[in-house]
């Protein structure tokens, strides 16, 4: 079975930065693109960022560019996402993803909150 595990996320200052982190296993990470989504109450998951095996493919959502980066340790099986520059909007849970012969797999996510 898949498993996803993010962590890192917690109540921060506009302005501010977290790193979050999401520990992977049961499949081999390093063969896959691996995706960072977020969501807020009553909105679908927004994707943040994407990140392919490789590290060479970056893609990131108009609304945090130049403020987040996402990165992968493949020998480590971990993905990241440093977040800078947090604004009260960027408040979501935030959640790993990766698709494996079609099936989503999804964390359990953790909670940012940007707030003053």
């Known amino acids: 079975q898949v498993q996803l595990v993010e962590s890192g996320g917690g109540l921060v200052q506009p302005g501010g930065s977290l790193r979050l982190s999401c520990e992977a296993s049961?499949?081999?990470?390093?063969?896959?693109?691996m995706k960072w989504y977020r969501q807020t109450p009553g909105k679908e998951r927004e994707l943040v960022a994407t990140?392919?095996?490789?590290?060479?493919?970056?893609n990131y959502a108009d609304s945090v560019k130049g403020r987040f980066t996402i990165s992968r340790d493949n020998g480590k099986n971990i993905l990241y996402l440093q977040m800078k520059n947090l604004k009260p909007e960027d408040t979501a849970v935030y959640y790993c993803n990766v698709v494996i012969r079609a099936t989503p797999y999804w964390g359990q996510g953790t909670q940012v909150t940007v707030s003053s």
């Open positions: 990140i392919n095996p490789t590290s060479d493919t970056i």
């Open positions: 049961r499949f081999f990470f390093s063969s896959y693109i």
